[in-house]
């Protein structure tokens, strides 16, 4: 099982990203996928979860900013920043509970200037 994630980069302060996590190996569609963060001197951290349902669950600090998806067809995952501040920069990782087994992904670097 592989996650891809990709999207990351440099923006400003307010701007949008949108990142992108294609799985291989396995199907998303029978599992509960989320994305963490790693931000400079924090440990890592839940982002945003969706369930196989598609019910979606959100960190405090990213609520109304972060919208969070799958698209089953595709086997990926999203997550949809929007209003980026600077304490957003960090590693950004998709995970998924994969094959009975928990999986994650290499990591995005996402980094906000002000």
């Known amino acids: 099982v592989q996650l891809q994630a990709s999207g990351g980069g440099l923006v400003q302060a307010g701007g949008s990203l949108r990142l992108s996590c294609v799985v291989s190996?396995?199907?998303?569609?029978?599992?509960?996928m989320a994305w963490y963060r790693h931000t400079p001197g924090n440990e890592r951290e839940l982002v945003a979860r969706?369930?196989?349902?598609?019910?979606?669950t959100y960190a405090d600090s990213v609520k109304g900013r972060f919208t969070v998806s799958r698209d089953n067809q595709k086997n990926a995952l999203y997550l949809q920043m929007d209003y980026l501040e600077r304490a957003d920069t960090g590693v950004y990782y998709c995970?998924?509970?994969?094959?009975?087994?928990?999986?994650w992904g290499k990591g995005t670097l996402v980094t906000v200037s002000s």
């Open positions: 969706i369930t196989i349902g598609g019910v979606t």
């Open positions: 190996g396995s199907r998303i569609a029978i599992s509960n």
């Open positions: 995970n998924g509970a994969l094959n009975g087994l928990n999986h």
